[in-house]
């Protein structure tokens, strides 16, 4: 366990996969996972480094069928919360069903290798009927294809969280247009962004020394606004599969202050996903 973490530390960005025998996935998955990642070694993963809060964010490879994600929050169902994948039609009688299993908002591909995109206008008219959830947007995306939502995201009537540091590249700076992009997103307190995925944007490997900048500066800039993940199992991952305990102590690095750590593990996490273990 890593001693740095305080209390009701939040890992809010990992997936479950399967078991296949109980929980299929689609038949028209973009991907099918060559391993399960059922909710028990999620359970021990993040029990093991004292993560005791956790988001688990619904897979492709289970398409619009959140089982398996509902079935790991009810598990934990204090201190577990889920992010679901939804067509932009789902009755609200759904989405009030989903709000009383502990989901929290719903995930929107914009990564050509994870299928077809929503129009945005489509995923604008489902926001707002999220409001009176309290739910937010997830926005999974490549750069070019955030900056040309951006118009439409601002536009949005919830909250909106870009996932993993906006896959930028991390090997261009942090002046490039992509991340200068991203910033000019955060300038609107209605955007948050997930610290997952430096593994993803780096291009020098573990430690990941040319990515950990851009953690540092979102975390010094938005400090109210920013979310940690493992991205536990790590699905179509470019290069080599992170350590876990890497990730975790990496934590100290880029978020080097005990009050950075608390925003960031701890009570963003309760503002955005509303736990249910406060005492």
């Known amino acids: 366990m890593n001693r740095l973490l305080p209390p009701r530390a ?14 299929p996935y689609a038949a028209n998955a973009n991907f099918i996972p ?32 959140n089982r398996a994600t509902e079935d790991a929050i009810a598990g934990r169902p204090d201190s577990y919360r889920g992010v679901a994948l939804l067509p932009t039609d789902v009755p609200d009688a759904e989405l009030r069903r989903l709000d009383a299993a502990g989901f929290r908002g719903i995930r929107f591909n914009y990564m050509n290798h994870l299928g077809s995109h929503t129009p945005i206008d489509d995923v604008l008219a489902l926001a707002a009927r999220l409001v009176p959830l309290g739910w937010h947007l997830q926005i999974h995306g490549a750069p070019r294809l955030l900056t040309e939502l951006a118009p439409g995201l601002r536009r949005s009537p919830v909250p909106v969280v870009i996932d993993h540091i906006g896959r930028i590249d991390a090997s261009l ?3 490039q247009p ?20 430096m593994d993803r944007i780096t291009r020098l490997g573990p430690p ?25 199992p790590h699905p179509n991952h470019a290069g080599p599969i992170p ?17 950075q750590r608390q925003r960031l593990m701890v009570d963003n996490p309760q503002r955005l996903y509303r736990f249910g273990d406060n005492a």
């Not at 350590?243 to 009050?259: M, N, S, T, W």
Request: glycine share 8%; aromatic share 12%; hydrophobic share 45%.
């Open 208 to 232: 990941y020394v040319d990515a950990q900048p851009f953690a540092i500066k979102l975390i010094t800039e938005f400090g109210d606004r920013v979310l940690w993940g493992n991205d536990w």
């Open 34 to 65: 060559e391993q399960d990642a059922p909710k028990a070694a999620l359970y021990e993963l993040n029990d093991r480094f004292g993560l005791q809060r956790c988001v688990v964010v619904q897979s492709s490879c289970h398409g619009f069928d």
């Open 243 to 259: 350590g876990e305990e890497q990730l975790v102590q990496l934590i100290a690095r880029i978020a080097p202050q005990d009050d």
């Open 10 to 23: 939040c890992n809010a960005h990992c997936h479950v996969f399967g078991p296949r025998t109980v929980f």
């Open 173 to 175: 700076g942090l002046l």
């Open 178 to 197: 992509d991340f200068r992009a991203l910033l000019a997103l955060m300038d609107d307190e209605r955007f948050w962004v997930k610290l997952s995925g």
